[in-house]
């Protein structure tokens, strides 16, 4: 049973950054395409950023390309995203998710959820 932890959240001003954590226990990550799902109050859990299990493929959000960057060490078991250039409409919490098959976009396609980091952007 795979375990998930994410961590880095915080409140941050409009125009900053953050970077975010996910660190598992129990497996190893290197078998999983790892995401990155972010849900606001109110509104329905969307689909951020994923990356295959070597690192070969990424996947984006259209409103975080050119801010947000996915990555991952199988090594230490823990996938990030760096978060640049962070806006209010980011405000979310964030959740990293990993599947070992199905498409990547899709929350469905995960078996493994953690239980999520508050990132609050300030204007």
């Known amino acids: 049973q795979v375990q998930l932890v994410e961590s880095g959240g915080g409140l941050v001003q409009a125009g900053g950054s953050l970077r975010l954590s996910c660190a598992a226990s129990g497996g190893t990550l290197s078998m999983y395409t790892m995401g990155w799902f972010r849900q606001a109050p109110g509104k329905e859990r969307e689909f951020v950023t994923a990356i295959s299990w070597s690192g070969g493929s990424t996947y984006y959000l259209d409103s975080v390309k050119g801010r947000f960057t996915i990555s991952r060490d199988n090594g230490k078991n823990t996938a990030y995203l760096q978060m640049d250039s962070l806006k209010p409409e980011d405000t979310a919490v964030y959740s990293c998710?990993?599947?070992?098959?199905?498409?990547?976009?899709?929350?469905?396609?995960?078996?493994?959820w953690g239980q999520g980091t508050q990132v609050t952007v300030s204007s």
């Open positions: 998710a990993a599947a070992k098959r199905g498409r990547p976009i899709t929350g469905t396609s995960y078996d493994y």
